[in-house]
Nanobody, 114 residues
Framework: QVRLVESGGGLVQAGGSLRLSCAASRIFSPDGMGWYRQAPGKQREWVATISSGGFTNYAVSVKGRFTISGDIEKATIYLQMIALKPEDTAVYYC?????????WGQGTQVTVAS
């Protein structure tokens, strides 16, 4: 069974930084991986993705502040977040796509205090 495990969340002051990690077990060379987030009372939203070819894309709200990276073949990715804002507060979920199926991690809480 595929299992994604996120880590690296926490509490940080506005303007600070955090680095999230995601590692998938029992899977190699996915089609792509990414990060989503869900704030209280809001729908889950896409944050960033990285393809098997290494191409990256970002939501407008995080572009220039967040950087997605990793080793796709090993199904391990990271999300470096800088200049964090209170509106970045959310549970961040790792996503993996393979053969038209989506897999999700359990999420890691990021809280940005003003």
């Amino acid at each position: 069974q595929v299992r994604l495990v996120e880590s690296g969340g926490g509490l940080v002051q506005a303007g600070g930084s955090l680095r999230l990690s995601c590692a998938a077990s029992r899977i190699f060379s996915p089609d792509g991986m990414g990060w989503y987030r869900q704030a209280p009372g809001k729908q889950r939203e896409w944050v960033a993705t990285i393809s098997s070819g290494g191409f990256t894309n970002y939501a407008v709200s995080v572009k220039g502040r967040f950087t997605i990276s990793g080793d796709i073949e090993k199904a391990t990715i990271y999300l470096q977040m800088i200049a964090l804002k209170p509106e970045d507060t959310a549970v961040y979920y790792c996503n993996l796509g393979l053969n038209s199926r989506d897999y999700w991690g359990q999420g890691t809480q990021v809280t940005v205090a003003s």
